[in-house]
Structure formats: structure tokens, C-alpha cells
């Protein structure tokens, strides 16, 4: 039997209502596709990091450069994201990452007394790590984020300089080098 005629024994109200579904499927199954950025796993710190990180989360902003915070799931207070695509994502407490040598001053930048480890994410954006402070900050600034891919350091330092001690209760050493 050719399938036309499979088509015409089905009653009228299934004929009708059979292509808006087939189209409203499509269009589901493509919003899920294209839902924007991927989840975000939060790190799993130490206590006295997850201390750190859970002030830091209350005193982040709630834009960064026109931004409005809008989290990754699952939501945790490790981590942090701004605007939509390309999004800025902060994770608190994560493990030492290896482009941060023995000096990390000299690979990233001072930040409103704020030290900054640098490393490339290989897709054209940046990685930026806290350094000498007692959590472990990253921030990602995807490629085309921003004019300049370390805009968004300067809307976060502040909260981190309240949240974060730096080690040993100084001031970040590459700062105070650098001031000088």
C-alpha cells in the first residue's frame, strides 16, 4: 500500500494536527540544541576555601560592563557568569592550574591591587587566576567578550580584595612592584 494512501485512512483531526506537531517538535528539539552555553561544574573546595568563596559570591556584582549576572546551572556559589554569548565565567576555589608558574606576576596583569595569573583558553579567549591570595579565582573571558580581554578584572577586584585574603595578609607583591 503507498504510503499516500496510509496517509488518507487516518481520520481528518490526525491529518490536520500531524504537521504543527511534527513542526513543534522540530522547534523544541532545536531550542535544546542551540540553548547557548554550556553547564559550568563548580569546583569542590576545601572548607576554609568554600568559606572564601561563599563572601566572595555575595559581594560579586550584579553586572560587569553592561552585563547582568545571569549563573551557570547548576547553581552554586563557586561560580559566577555574566551576559549570555560569549559569557564571562568566575569559578571560585579551583585547583591550582598549571599555567600559573612559580611567578605569576609576570605572566598577567595588576589589577586594582589585585594580582592576575594568565593563561590562553585555546578557542582565542583568556583564563586569569587570582595570585598570592588563599582561594584560587578564575575567570574566563571568552574571545570577542570584550574590547579588551581583561576589561571585565576590573568590575571583580574589589569583591575579591574584601572576600579573598592574599597569603600571609600582605598586599600582592607584583602590585607593589609594579606601583613602583
Same mark, same amino acid.
Given at each position: 500500500? *503507498?504510503?499516500?494512501?496510509?496517509?488518507? /485512512?487516518?481520520?481528518? *483531526?490526525?491529518?490536520?494536527?500531524?504537521?504543527?506537531?511534527?513542526?513543534?517538535?522540530?522547534?523544541?528539539?532545536?531550542?535544546?540544541?542551540? !540553548?547557548?552555553?554550556?553547564?559550568?561544574?563548580? *569546583?569542590?573546595?576545601?572548607?576554609?576555601?568554600?568559606?572564601?568563596?561563599? #563572601?566572595?559570591?555575595?559581594?560579586?556584582?550584579?553586572?560587569?560592563?553592561?552585563?547582568?549576572?545571569?549563573?551557570? !546551572?547548576? #547553581?552554586?556559589?563557586?561560580?559566577?557568569?555574566?551576559?549570555?554569548? *560569549? /559569557?564571562?565565567?568566575?569559578?571560585?576555589?579551583? +585547583? /591550582?592550574?598549571?599555567?600559573?608558574?612559580?611567578?605569576?606576576?609576570?605572566?598577567?596583569?595588576?589589577?586594582? +591591587?589585585?594580582?592576575?595569573?594568565?593563561?590562553?583558553?585555546?578557542?582565542?579567549?583568556?583564563?586569569?587566576?587570582?595570585?598570592?591570595?588563599?582561594?584560587?579565582? +578564575?575567570?574566563?573571558?571568552?574571545?570577542?567578550?570584550?574590547?579588551?580581554?581583561?576589561?571585565?578584572?576590573?568590575?571583580?577586584?574589589?569583591?575579591? /580584595?574584601?572576600?579573598?585574603?592574599?597569603?600571609?595578609?600582605?598586599?600582592?607583591?607584583?602590585?607593589? +612592584?609594579?606601583?613602583?
Amino acid at each position: 500500500m *503507498p504510503p499516500r494512501d496510509l496517509l488518507t /485512512r487516518l481520520p481528518a *483531526p490526525v491529518r490536520w494536527l500531524a504537521p504543527p506537531a511534527a513542526l513543534l517538535g522540530c522547534t523544541a528539539w532545536l531550542l535544546t540544541a542551540w !540553548s547557548g552555553e554550556p553547564d559550568v561544574a563548580p *569546583p569542590t573546595p576545601t572548607a576554609e576555601v568554600a568559606r572564601y568563596c561563599a #563572601a566572595l559570591d555575595a559581594k560579586l556584582p550584579g553586572t560587569v560592563l553592561g552585563h547582568d549576572r545571569q549563573d551557570p !546551572s547548576p #547553581a552554586s556559589p563557586y561560580t559566577a557568569a555574566w551576559a549570555s554569548s *560569549p /559569557r564571562t565565567v568566575l569559578s571560585c576555589g579551583v +585547583e /591550582r592550574p598549571g599555567y600559573l608558574d612559580d611567578d605569576p606576576n609576570r605572566q598577567g596583569p595588576c589589577v586594582n +591591587e589585585v594580582a592576575w595569573g594568565m593563561g590562553e583558553d585555546g578557542s582565542g579567549g583568556y583564563l586569569f587566576v587570582t595570585a598570592l591570595r588563599k582561594a584560587y579565582v +578564575e575567570v574566563h573571558v571568552p574571545a570577542g567578550a570584550y574590547p579588551n580581554y581583561a576589561d571585565p578584572l576590573s568590575s571583580l577586584t574589589d569583591a575579591i /580584595r574584601s572576600a579573598v585574603p592574599t597569603i600571609g595578609g600582605t598586599a600582592d607583591s607584583g602590585c607593589l +612592584e609594579n606601583a613602583s
